[in-house]
Protein backbone atom coordinates (compact mmCIF):
# COMPACT_ATOMS: atom_id res chain seq x y z
CA UNK A 1 0.00 0.00 0.00
CA UNK A 2 1.39 3.48 -0.95
CA UNK A 3 0.94 5.69 2.38
CA UNK A 4 1.80 8.38 0.34
CA UNK A 5 -1.03 11.46 -0.50
CA UNK A 6 -2.32 11.31 -4.02
CA UNK A 7 -1.27 14.54 -6.41
CA UNK A 8 -4.58 15.72 -5.96
CA UNK A 9 -5.01 15.37 -2.20
CA UNK A 10 -1.27 17.03 -1.76
CA UNK A 11 -2.40 19.86 -3.82
CA UNK A 12 -5.27 20.47 -1.73
CA UNK A 13 -3.66 20.14 1.68
CA UNK A 14 -1.06 22.47 0.23
CA UNK A 15 -3.35 24.71 -0.74
CA UNK A 16 -5.59 24.92 2.26
CA UNK A 17 -2.12 25.40 4.61
CA UNK A 18 -1.05 28.09 2.83
CA UNK A 19 -4.83 30.11 3.49
CA UNK A 20 -5.21 29.02 6.92
CA UNK A 21 -1.66 29.94 7.90
CA UNK A 22 -2.34 33.53 6.35
CA UNK A 23 -5.87 34.03 8.04
CA UNK A 24 -6.80 31.51 10.72
CA UNK A 25 -3.97 31.45 12.52
CA UNK A 26 -3.03 34.88 13.26
CA UNK A 27 -6.73 34.82 14.69
CA UNK A 28 -6.79 32.17 16.81
CA UNK A 29 -6.14 33.64 19.58
CA UNK A 30 -9.11 36.14 19.35
CA UNK A 31 -11.01 32.82 18.88
CA UNK A 32 -10.10 31.70 22.06
CA UNK A 33 -11.04 34.56 23.65
CA UNK A 34 -14.27 35.49 21.83
CA UNK A 35 -17.79 35.14 23.02
CA UNK A 36 -19.24 35.90 19.49
CA UNK A 37 -17.20 32.21 17.97
CA UNK A 38 -15.68 31.46 14.98
CA UNK A 39 -16.02 35.04 12.71
CA UNK A 40 -17.89 34.53 9.61
CA UNK A 41 -15.10 35.68 7.36
CA UNK A 42 -13.26 33.05 8.36
CA UNK A 43 -16.25 29.92 7.65
CA UNK A 44 -17.02 31.93 4.34
CA UNK A 45 -13.00 31.77 3.28
CA UNK A 46 -12.99 28.12 4.08
CA UNK A 47 -16.13 27.03 2.34
CA UNK A 48 -14.81 28.99 -0.51
CA UNK A 49 -11.82 26.42 -0.83
CA UNK A 50 -13.99 23.60 -0.37
CA UNK A 51 -13.02 22.61 3.42
CA UNK A 52 -17.13 21.88 4.01
CA UNK A 53 -17.78 20.57 0.84
CA UNK A 54 -15.82 17.33 1.62
CA UNK A 55 -17.95 14.59 2.79
CA UNK A 56 -20.28 15.90 0.22
CA UNK A 57 -21.44 15.11 -3.38
CA UNK A 58 -20.61 17.34 -5.79
CA UNK A 59 -24.66 17.75 -7.14
CA UNK A 60 -25.41 18.69 -3.57
CA UNK A 61 -22.35 21.54 -3.61
CA UNK A 62 -19.37 19.45 -2.14
CA UNK A 63 -16.20 18.53 -4.38
CA UNK A 64 -15.78 16.27 -6.99
CA UNK A 65 -13.79 13.93 -5.65
CA UNK A 66 -14.28 9.88 -5.25
CA UNK A 67 -16.50 8.65 -2.61
CA UNK A 68 -14.11 5.98 -1.36
CA UNK A 69 -11.35 9.38 -0.77
CA UNK A 70 -13.89 11.67 1.04
CA UNK A 71 -12.80 10.25 4.89
CA UNK A 72 -9.20 10.77 3.49
CA UNK A 73 -10.26 14.32 2.69
CA UNK A 74 -11.94 15.33 5.55
CA UNK A 75 -8.66 13.76 7.73
CA UNK A 76 -6.17 16.14 5.78
CA UNK A 77 -8.86 19.08 6.38
CA UNK A 78 -9.17 18.58 10.27
CA UNK A 79 -5.57 18.11 10.39
CA UNK A 80 -4.48 21.22 8.55
CA UNK A 81 -7.14 23.34 10.52
CA UNK A 82 -6.33 22.22 13.96
CA UNK A 83 -2.50 23.26 12.91
CA UNK A 84 -3.77 26.75 12.81
CA UNK A 85 -5.92 27.44 15.82
CA UNK A 86 -4.94 24.83 18.33
CA UNK A 87 -7.41 26.29 20.75
CA UNK A 88 -9.44 23.35 18.66
CA UNK A 89 -12.16 25.73 18.23
CA UNK A 90 -12.58 26.41 14.69
CA UNK A 91 -11.24 22.48 14.19
CA UNK A 92 -14.20 20.80 16.51
CA UNK A 93 -16.42 22.94 14.74
CA UNK A 94 -15.53 21.68 11.27
CA UNK A 95 -15.19 18.37 12.06
CA UNK A 96 -18.26 18.02 13.86
CA UNK A 97 -20.22 20.06 10.61
CA UNK A 98 -18.23 17.56 8.52
CA UNK A 99 -18.31 14.33 9.97
CA UNK A 100 -21.88 14.23 10.69
CA UNK A 101 -23.03 15.97 7.35
CA UNK A 102 -21.28 12.18 5.67
CA UNK A 103 -23.97 10.75 8.11
CA UNK A 104 -26.85 12.64 6.33
CA UNK A 105 -25.50 12.03 2.76
CA UNK A 106 -24.88 8.22 4.08
CA UNK A 107 -28.40 7.76 5.67
CA UNK A 108 -30.40 10.49 5.17
CA UNK A 109 -33.85 10.98 3.00
CA UNK A 110 -33.39 12.85 -0.54
CA UNK A 111 -35.49 15.67 1.00
CA UNK A 112 -32.98 15.92 4.38
CA UNK A 113 -29.81 15.63 2.61
CA UNK A 114 -31.41 19.01 -0.04
CA UNK A 115 -32.02 20.67 2.49
CA UNK A 116 -29.02 20.67 4.85
CA UNK A 117 -25.83 19.16 2.16
CA UNK A 118 -25.87 22.36 0.25
CA UNK A 119 -26.14 24.55 2.89
CA UNK A 120 -23.10 23.30 4.76
CA UNK A 121 -20.85 23.01 1.88
CA UNK A 122 -21.75 26.77 1.98
CA UNK A 123 -20.33 27.05 5.11
CA UNK A 124 -23.70 28.43 6.31
CA UNK A 125 -25.20 25.65 8.50
CA UNK A 126 -24.26 23.70 11.52
CA UNK A 127 -24.29 20.29 11.88
CA UNK A 128 -23.42 18.50 15.32
CA UNK A 129 -24.25 14.99 17.29
CA UNK A 130 -26.55 14.53 20.02
CA UNK A 131 -26.60 11.84 22.33
CA UNK A 132 -25.25 12.62 25.88
CA UNK A 133 -27.84 13.63 28.55
CA UNK A 134 -27.64 14.60 32.23
CA UNK A 135 -27.90 11.01 33.36
CA UNK A 136 -26.21 9.12 30.02
CA UNK A 137 -23.28 9.97 28.08
CA UNK A 138 -20.85 6.81 27.06
CA UNK A 139 -24.01 4.74 28.20
CA UNK A 140 -26.10 4.77 25.32
CA UNK A 141 -28.52 2.26 27.19
CA UNK A 142 -29.50 5.08 29.43
CA UNK A 143 -31.07 7.51 27.26
CA UNK A 144 -34.40 8.32 28.60
CA UNK A 145 -35.26 10.70 25.27
CA UNK A 146 -38.21 9.64 23.85
CA UNK A 147 -39.58 10.79 20.16
CA UNK A 148 -42.86 8.93 19.83
CA UNK A 149 -43.98 8.62 16.23
CA UNK A 150 -47.23 10.49 15.74
CA UNK A 151 -48.99 11.36 11.95
CA UNK A 152 -45.63 12.62 9.96
CA UNK A 153 -43.73 13.41 12.78
CA UNK A 154 -41.58 12.21 15.50
CA UNK A 155 -42.79 13.92 19.00
CA UNK A 156 -39.85 14.53 21.27
CA UNK A 157 -39.82 15.00 24.79
CA UNK A 158 -36.37 14.76 27.23
CA UNK A 159 -33.43 16.48 27.68
CA UNK A 160 -30.20 16.29 26.29
CA UNK A 161 -26.44 17.76 27.61
CA UNK A 162 -22.92 18.76 26.81
CA UNK A 163 -23.61 18.92 23.60
CA UNK A 164 -21.57 21.67 20.71
CA UNK A 165 -23.23 24.18 18.62
CA UNK A 166 -26.38 25.38 20.79
CA UNK A 167 -24.76 29.24 19.75
CA UNK A 168 -23.59 28.08 16.14
CA UNK A 169 -27.28 27.01 15.23
CA UNK A 170 -28.86 30.09 16.40
CA UNK A 171 -26.40 32.01 14.17
CA UNK A 172 -26.81 30.19 10.93
CA UNK A 173 -30.50 29.23 11.35
CA UNK A 174 -32.46 26.34 10.29
CA UNK A 175 -31.98 24.18 8.54
CA UNK A 176 -28.79 23.96 11.63
CA UNK A 177 -29.06 20.83 14.08
CA UNK A 178 -28.00 17.79 15.45
CA UNK A 179 -27.87 14.31 14.68
CA UNK A 180 -30.03 13.10 17.77
CA UNK A 181 -30.51 9.36 19.34
CA UNK A 182 -33.85 9.14 20.98
CA UNK A 183 -36.12 6.01 21.88
CA UNK A 184 -39.39 5.85 19.08
CA UNK A 185 -39.93 2.88 21.19
CA UNK A 186 -39.55 2.71 24.73
CA UNK A 187 -40.03 -0.96 25.44
CA UNK A 188 -37.77 -2.40 22.47
CA UNK A 189 -34.10 -1.61 24.34
CA UNK A 190 -31.66 -1.32 21.31
CA UNK A 191 -33.89 -2.27 19.27
CA UNK A 192 -36.01 0.96 19.88
CA UNK A 193 -33.40 3.40 19.20
CA UNK A 194 -33.44 6.17 16.33
CA UNK A 195 -31.38 8.60 15.01
CA UNK A 196 -33.12 11.48 14.11
CA UNK A 197 -31.98 14.79 12.45
CA UNK A 198 -33.61 17.78 14.55
CA UNK A 199 -32.96 21.20 13.29
CA UNK A 200 -32.63 23.51 16.31
CA UNK A 201 -35.15 25.96 15.25
CA UNK A 202 -38.68 23.85 15.80
CA UNK A 203 -41.10 24.59 18.39
CA UNK A 204 -40.52 22.97 21.52
CA UNK A 205 -36.88 23.34 21.55
CA UNK A 206 -35.39 25.29 23.75
CA UNK A 207 -31.21 25.28 25.00
CA UNK A 208 -29.09 26.78 27.42
CA UNK A 209 -25.16 27.15 27.77
CA UNK A 210 -21.72 25.64 29.87
CA UNK A 211 -18.64 27.44 30.36
CA UNK A 212 -16.01 25.45 29.27
CA UNK A 213 -12.22 25.82 30.44
CA UNK A 214 -11.01 25.62 26.69
CA UNK A 215 -12.06 25.76 23.21
CA UNK A 216 -14.09 28.90 23.58
CA UNK A 217 -15.21 29.90 20.41
CA UNK A 218 -17.18 26.85 20.02
CA UNK A 219 -20.14 26.71 21.94
CA UNK A 220 -21.37 23.87 24.54
CA UNK A 221 -24.90 23.23 25.83
CA UNK A 222 -27.93 21.48 26.33
CA UNK A 223 -31.25 20.64 24.80
CA UNK A 224 -34.53 20.16 26.30
CA UNK A 225 -37.33 18.49 24.22
CA UNK A 226 -41.19 19.26 24.94
CA UNK A 227 -43.62 17.94 22.20
CA UNK A 228 -41.32 19.20 19.84
CA UNK A 229 -42.47 17.48 16.40
CA UNK A 230 -39.58 16.50 13.83
CA UNK A 231 -40.56 15.50 10.64
CA UNK A 232 -40.41 11.94 9.84
CA UNK A 233 -38.38 12.88 6.21
CA UNK A 234 -35.30 13.19 8.74
CA UNK A 235 -35.03 9.84 9.88
CA UNK A 236 -31.26 8.96 9.51
CA UNK A 237 -31.51 5.18 8.48
CA UNK A 238 -34.28 3.28 9.93
CA UNK A 239 -36.37 3.23 12.25
CA UNK A 240 -34.94 0.96 15.13
CA UNK A 241 -32.09 0.73 13.67
CA UNK A 242 -30.97 4.51 15.21
CA UNK A 243 -27.77 3.05 17.98
CA UNK A 244 -26.27 1.23 15.14
CA UNK A 245 -26.38 4.10 12.69
CA UNK A 246 -25.20 6.22 15.56
CA UNK A 247 -21.92 3.65 15.74
CA UNK A 248 -21.17 4.03 12.75
CA UNK A 249 -21.41 7.91 12.63
CA UNK A 250 -19.21 7.74 16.01
CA UNK A 251 -16.83 5.83 14.17
CA UNK A 252 -16.46 8.87 11.20
CA UNK A 253 -16.76 11.61 13.80
CA UNK A 254 -13.26 9.79 15.64
CA UNK A 255 -11.13 9.71 12.76
CA UNK A 256 -11.47 13.29 12.19
CA UNK A 257 -11.20 14.14 16.12
CA UNK A 258 -7.83 12.25 16.17
CA UNK A 259 -7.00 14.73 12.80
CA UNK A 260 -7.63 16.99 15.23
CA UNK A 261 -5.55 16.23 17.81
CA UNK A 262 -2.52 15.42 15.37
CA UNK A 263 -2.65 18.40 13.62
CA UNK A 264 -2.52 20.66 17.11
CA UNK A 265 0.40 18.29 18.22
CA UNK A 266 2.36 18.70 15.27
CA UNK A 267 2.31 22.24 15.30
CA UNK A 268 2.77 22.41 19.22
CA UNK A 269 6.08 20.09 18.56
CA UNK A 270 6.97 22.33 15.55
CA UNK A 271 6.94 25.24 18.18
CA UNK A 272 8.82 23.43 20.60
CA UNK A 273 11.59 22.81 17.77
CA UNK A 274 11.61 26.44 17.07
CA UNK A 275 12.04 27.70 20.85
CA UNK A 276 14.36 25.19 22.13
CA UNK A 277 17.06 25.94 18.97
CA UNK A 278 17.29 29.77 20.02
CA UNK A 279 16.91 29.68 23.67
CA UNK A 280 20.10 29.43 25.02
CA UNK A 281 20.96 28.17 28.57
CA UNK A 282 24.65 27.96 30.56
CA UNK A 283 26.44 28.87 26.99
CA UNK A 284 23.91 26.75 24.73
CA UNK A 285 20.47 26.06 23.24
CA UNK A 286 18.62 23.55 25.55
CA UNK A 287 17.95 21.55 22.21
CA UNK A 288 21.74 20.59 23.43
CA UNK A 289 20.20 19.07 26.57
CA UNK A 290 19.17 15.19 26.15
CA UNK A 291 16.13 15.27 28.45
CA UNK A 292 14.71 17.85 25.98
CA UNK A 293 15.27 16.15 22.80
CA UNK A 294 15.09 12.82 23.54
CA UNK A 295 11.64 13.48 24.91
CA UNK A 296 10.93 15.58 22.10
CA UNK A 297 11.71 12.96 19.78
CA UNK A 298 9.79 10.35 22.07
CA UNK A 299 7.23 12.47 21.27
CA UNK A 300 7.78 12.80 17.77
CA UNK A 301 7.80 8.93 17.45
CA UNK A 302 4.50 8.86 18.81
CA UNK A 303 3.20 10.79 16.67
CA UNK A 304 4.58 8.99 13.30
CA UNK A 305 3.28 6.10 14.03
CA UNK A 306 -0.55 7.17 15.03
CA UNK A 307 -0.25 9.70 11.95
CA UNK A 308 -0.17 6.24 9.81
CA UNK A 309 -2.53 4.94 12.04
CA UNK A 310 -4.86 7.66 11.00
CA UNK A 311 -4.23 7.87 7.35
CA UNK A 312 -4.99 3.82 7.74
CA UNK A 313 -8.29 4.46 9.47
CA UNK A 314 -9.42 6.85 7.26
CA UNK A 315 -8.74 4.86 3.95
CA UNK A 316 -10.51 1.43 5.79
CA UNK A 317 -13.44 3.61 6.49
CA UNK A 318 -14.30 5.36 2.92
CA UNK A 319 -13.21 2.09 1.13
CA UNK A 320 -15.28 -0.28 3.62
CA UNK A 321 -18.17 2.11 2.42
CA UNK A 322 -17.39 2.00 -1.10
CA UNK A 323 -16.65 -2.20 -0.80
CA UNK A 324 -18.95 -2.91 2.24
CA UNK A 325 -17.66 -5.99 3.86
CA UNK A 326 -14.36 -5.38 3.29
CA UNK A 327 -13.54 -4.93 6.56
CA UNK A 328 -15.71 -6.22 9.48
CA UNK A 329 -17.04 -3.83 11.92
CA UNK A 330 -14.45 -5.29 14.59
CA UNK A 331 -11.77 -4.72 12.60
CA UNK A 332 -12.46 -0.84 11.72
CA UNK A 333 -13.64 -0.56 15.03
CA UNK A 334 -10.13 -1.33 16.23
CA UNK A 335 -8.06 1.02 14.83
CA UNK A 336 -10.12 3.72 14.99
CA UNK A 337 -10.54 3.15 18.35
CA UNK A 338 -6.66 3.12 19.01
CA UNK A 339 -6.60 6.44 16.92
CA UNK A 340 -9.11 8.12 19.44
CA UNK A 341 -7.70 6.62 22.74
CA UNK A 342 -3.95 7.67 21.73
CA UNK A 343 -4.09 11.17 20.03
CA UNK A 344 -5.99 13.26 22.43
CA UNK A 345 -3.02 12.49 25.30
CA UNK A 346 -0.26 12.64 22.80
CA UNK A 347 -1.55 15.53 21.89
CA UNK A 348 -1.66 17.23 25.41
CA UNK A 349 1.60 15.61 26.39
CA UNK A 350 3.60 17.48 23.71
CA UNK A 351 1.42 20.67 24.03
CA UNK A 352 2.63 20.32 28.29
CA UNK A 353 6.03 19.06 27.23
CA UNK A 354 6.61 22.29 25.05
CA UNK A 355 5.23 24.66 27.76
CA UNK A 356 7.65 23.08 29.97
CA UNK A 357 10.56 24.04 27.90
CA UNK A 358 9.28 27.60 27.55
CA UNK A 359 9.67 27.74 31.23
CA UNK A 360 7.71 30.78 32.42
CA UNK A 361 6.85 32.02 29.33
CA UNK A 362 5.22 29.04 28.50
CA UNK A 363 2.61 29.39 31.42
CA UNK A 364 1.73 33.14 29.48
CA UNK A 365 -0.86 33.23 27.02
CA UNK A 366 2.03 35.05 24.49
CA UNK A 367 2.39 31.33 23.30
CA UNK A 368 -0.81 28.72 21.99
CA UNK A 369 0.33 25.79 23.65
CA UNK A 370 -1.60 26.52 26.84
CA UNK A 371 -5.07 27.12 24.85
CA UNK A 372 -4.19 23.95 23.09
CA UNK A 373 -3.76 21.78 26.53
CA UNK A 374 -7.19 23.41 27.49
CA UNK A 375 -8.72 22.61 24.08
CA UNK A 376 -7.54 19.29 23.64
CA UNK A 377 -9.17 18.13 26.46
CA UNK A 378 -12.05 17.18 25.89
CA UNK A 379 -11.37 14.99 24.14
CA UNK A 380 -9.72 13.08 27.22
CA UNK A 381 -12.59 13.76 29.26
CA UNK A 382 -15.05 11.95 26.77
CA UNK A 383 -16.14 13.94 23.61
CA UNK A 384 -16.99 11.17 20.94
CA UNK A 385 -15.80 8.53 23.65
CA UNK A 386 -14.09 8.30 26.50
CA UNK A 387 -10.25 6.99 26.59
CA UNK A 388 -11.54 4.32 28.59
CA UNK A 389 -14.98 3.37 26.30
CA UNK A 390 -12.23 3.32 23.57
CA UNK A 391 -10.21 0.94 25.27
CA UNK A 392 -13.20 -1.00 25.80
CA UNK A 393 -14.14 -1.15 22.69
CA UNK A 394 -10.95 -2.36 21.86
CA UNK A 395 -10.60 -5.27 24.44
CA UNK A 396 -14.17 -6.83 23.27
CA UNK A 397 -13.39 -6.16 19.41
CA UNK A 398 -9.57 -7.89 19.65
CA UNK A 399 -10.59 -10.52 22.67
CA UNK A 400 -13.74 -11.67 22.48
CA UNK A 401 -17.22 -11.14 24.58
CA UNK A 402 -15.63 -12.31 27.68
CA UNK A 403 -13.97 -9.53 27.43
CA UNK A 404 -17.16 -7.12 27.53
CA UNK A 405 -16.76 -4.37 30.11
CA UNK A 406 -20.06 -3.03 28.39
CA UNK A 407 -22.45 -6.11 29.18
CA UNK A 408 -23.38 -7.58 32.28
Excluded at 347 to 371: N, Q, S, V, W
Amino acid sequence: MDFRFTPEQDLYRQSIRQWLEANLEPRARGIDEAEDGIPTDITEGMASLGMFGVTIPERLGGLDIPDEERMVYAMITIHEIARADMSMSTPVYTLLTIGWAYIINKYGTEQLKELVLPKVAEGRCFCGINTTEPGGGSDLANITTISLPEGDNYVFNGEKAYISGPKECAKWGYPSGHCTLSRTDPEAGYQGFSFIYVPRDIPGISDHLYKDMGRMGLSTGGFIYKDAKVPKWCLLGEEGKGFYVNMDGFNAARIIVAAACLGGAEKALEISRDYCKQRVLFGKPISKNQGISFEMTNDWMQLDMLRLNLTRAAWMYGYNDANPGTFSRGELNKVVATCKCLSPTLGHDIARHGMIYHGGFGYTKDTPLEMMLRGIMSYEVGAEGGLNIMRGIICRDEFGDEFNSFKD
